[in-house]
């Protein structure tokens, strides 16, 4: 099973730490690049040296605006900040795909993405599947088939499959249902029917 990062759909091709020095120097080039508007999104560095950003983004389809820390992952403020609580982190590193959701519609590990970064994107996240109180067929699946015992990979399997299907074609047989889904673990082995329950839900999505 390939667990690496890069693997599969919902891999970040860099690294939260390198990604971070880039995004602070962002921070600290963007007003001279920009001009005052954009200066104003920033604010100075408070006294212990951290660095607040301003944020604008859609999450689950209501706009959002907020300050965050220019280091804070899209799984902890979804989390902590917007209570969000459906995207669970499993091992904060990006081996797990507990974390999967989708930016703009395409699938993302949350604890490798920073929040800063999604400012003028379309963020969804396991509560925003549903159509009110019609499940995804994804969702709807995995139900069918019981596919999952402890339930804490589901949301991230669901919001992978999804993305995989809608936004990467899908897939033509069980073996490549289990390749592009091989970033996200399930410490249950619940695979069987995770793979049953993506494939009857590709054959409604497509
Ligand atoms: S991959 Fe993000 S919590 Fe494991
Ligand atoms: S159902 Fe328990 S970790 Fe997947």
Wanted: proline share 3%; net charge negative; charged share 20%.
């Amino acid at each position: 099973m390939n667990q690496e990062p890069d693997a599969g759909g919902a891999r970040s091709g860099v690294s939260r730490r390198s990604f971070l020095g880039g995004s602070l120097a962002a921070v600290a080039v963007t007003p001279l690049l920009t001009g005052q508007a954009e200066a104003s999104a920033i604010s100075a560095a408070t006294a212990d040296g951290v660095s607040q950003v301003t944020v604008r983004a859609a999450v689950n389809g209501t706009p959002v605006t907020m300050q965050v820390d220019a280091r804070a992952t899209l799984l902890d403020t979804l989390r902590e900040r917007l209570d969000l609580k459906g995207t669970k982190k499993g091992c904060d590193r990006g081996q797990c795909g507990a974390c999967t959701v989708h930016v703009d519609g395409r699938r993302v590990l949350s604890c490798l993405t920073l929040a800063a970064t999604t400012t003028g994107h379309e963020v969804t996240t396991i509560e925003g599947l549903a159509d009110g109180d019609r499940l995804h067929p994804m969702q709807q699946a995995f139900i069918e088939h019981d596919g999952l015992q402890c339930g804490f990979c589901t949301p991230g399997q669901i919001m992978s499959a999804v993305a995989m299907v809608d936004n990467e074609g899908g897939a033509d047989s069980d073996d490549e249902i289990r390749e592009r889904m091989s970033g996200n673990i399930c410490r249950c082995s619940a695979y069987p029917r995770i793979v049953d329950s993506i494939r009857d839900a590709q054959q409604v999505m497509r």
